[in-house]
């Protein structure tokens, strides 16, 4: 399902099939802007029909047209968010649930204020999995009964990964800048690594999460999805900031500056780097696209470290009750501060609408993480599971790891490559690759990276580091795309063998 479709211009340049659009017509900000409305038009919505992009904004070449007289490095920037992230445009924010199909909310994310005030162009919203993956254990990554299935560009019958699904594949498939997704475990890195792009999680408090239909506000947060890692620090840098609606980040002016200031010089020269090997999978073909960006570290004069870690797996267990928990009292506080009528004010609401619409909602998989969290009451044993999870993440987690080895960053392989989509018998990733819950638990910067490709299909390098360490994460990030040796592959818009 699409709203305020625009009337197709033309085909933008990108498959060998398509015409191109004229040099001079991407010269100015209302260029670029028709140019990626004709791209999604060519590829999302026909084509391969990625479904990747929700909802166009009427008002796109409007802002583009003032754009053009704006300064700054934004300025005209054609961005998609992920449909959980309220914009004052006429959109609606519907989290991937008909229960929202309706709500125009008229309002801005304090993100999307601050990145408008910059001349960035709101250019539409992103698919996502329904209510950011959260409804089920068995969830389809990139299905939303308002959006149907995101493909991923690469393959488009494999999996995009992740619930900011629509605006990895967005950004891989060329229809916009850049786009912003948003995680609470995964969620960003893990469709920026399937679909060979840039995924920054940054630490948890340095962009508000005002106007986002939560998870919950001990691991949430918004994050940029590009195809650098410059894009990404500039978009960091206009987002980040102190919301007084968000206690979260009470610290945030003391970190935010401009992250991609000196990230064109930023260098690994003596950088010690702790490898996370036991994180790494056991697939010989992931293993040999990480040990080729290892040797790309250290030819970057970079001192790689071997560090042992072995998961506990009462992390797990706690940060499951403490999503579960903080579900039911942060999405029913959405929910019952929204303007207008909506039809559900609570989760348990929403899973009244579920089962009444269980035809258009329920078809393929059910809503048990919702009834449980609806349930949880033991205030007690969820302050001690936040607790136990947090240190084992970080004070014991990823603290503990830079000072016993005196790393300053960890990397290990994100993910492997994309699974098949498959409803039935629900094919599912490689096991045991990345470490990603670490910093998510946590709270701490995550960045992912394209390191190549195993057949075909994009596998991110993953770079973490301790709270508020966002710009040497970053910087880190930027010094291994330039020191990169392997080939970034680019998306193909055809099932996997064509």
């Known amino acids: 399902m699409r709203y305020h479709i625009l009337p197709l211009l033309a085909v933008l340049s990108g498959c060998a099939a398509l015409p191109v659009v004229p040099r001079s017509d991407l010269s100015t900000p209302t260029g670029q802007v028709s140019a990626y409305l004709q791209r999604i038009e060519a590829v999302d919505d026909t084509g391969p029909a990625i479904g990747a992009v929700i909802a166009i904004n009427p008002d796109a070449l409007k802002q583009a047209q003032i754009a053009q007289g704006m300064a700054g490095a934004l300025a005209g920037k054609a961005v998609l968010f992920k449909d959980n992230i309220e914009t004052a445009d006429p959109m609606p924010t519907t989290a991937g649930s008909l229960a929202l199909k309706d709500n125009v909310t008229g309002r801005d994310a304090p993100l999307v204020a601050r990145l408008r005030e910059r001349g960035v162009v709101i250019l539409g919203k992103t698919n996502l ?48 800048w850049a786009a912003i997704g948003t995680e609470t475990d995964g969620s960003i890195t893990c469709p920026a690594s399937v679909h060979g792009i840039v995924g920054f999680k940054p630490t ?124 039911k009292h942060d999405l029913t506080a959405y929910l019952a501060g929204l303007p207008g009528n909506p039809p559900v004010r609570s989760l348990a609401d929403v899973i009244a609408f579920n089962t009444a619409n269980a035809a258009t909602e329920l078809r393929w998989f059910g809503q048990e993480t919702f009834e449980r969290s609806d349930k949880l009451t033991d205030r007690a044993a969820y302050a001690k599971a936040r607790e136990n999870s947090l240190r084992l993440a970080g004070k014991d987690g990823i603290d503990k ?46 960045l992912s990276v394209p390191m190549g490709a195993v057949e075909g299909m994009p596998v991110g390098l993953s770079i973490m580091g301790a709270q508020w360490q966002d710009k040497a994460v970053l910087h880190a990030g930027a010094a291994y795309e330039r020191a990169r040796t392997a080939a970034i592959p680019v998306a193909t818009l055809k099932r996997w063998g064509e």
């Open 204 to 327: 948890v408090g340095l962009i508000s999460r005002t106007h986002i239909v939560p998870i919950s506000h001990s691991q949430d947060t918004p994050g940029p999805m590009t195809t650098t890692v410059r894009d990404a620090a500039l978009l960091v840098s206009a987002m980040a900031g102190s919301d007084p609606l968000d206690p979260a980040t009470a610290r945030a002016d003391l970190h935010a500056g401009d992250f991609a200031a000196g990230i064109e010089a930023a260098s690994l020269a003596g950088v010690r780097i702790g490898v996370l090997r036991k994180q790494a999978g056991n697939d010989a073909r992931v293993l040999a696209v990480f040990d080729s960006a290892l040797a790309d570290l250290t030819a970057a004069g970079a001192v790689l470290v071997e560090v042992p870690f072995e998961w506990d797996n009462a992390l797990f267990r706690d940060e499951g009750l403490v999503l579960f928990y903080e579900l």
């Open 129 to 176: 999995s329904e209510w950011a993956n959260i409804r089920s254990p068995n969830s389809q990554s990139g299905w939303s009964a308002v959006g149907g299935q995101t493909r991923n560009p690469h393959a488009i019958d494999r999996n995009p990964c992740g619930s900011s699904s629509g605006s990895g594949a967005a950004i891989a498939a060329g229809m916009a």
């Open 401 to 446: 790891l830079l000072a016993q080895h005196q790393v300053t960053l960890l990397v290990t392989p994100t993910e492997g490559p994309a699974w098949p989509i498959d409803y039935v018998t629900r094919a599912s990733a490689l096991p045991g690759i990345g470490a990603g819950s670490l910093a998510a638990v946590a709270g701490y910067p995550h």
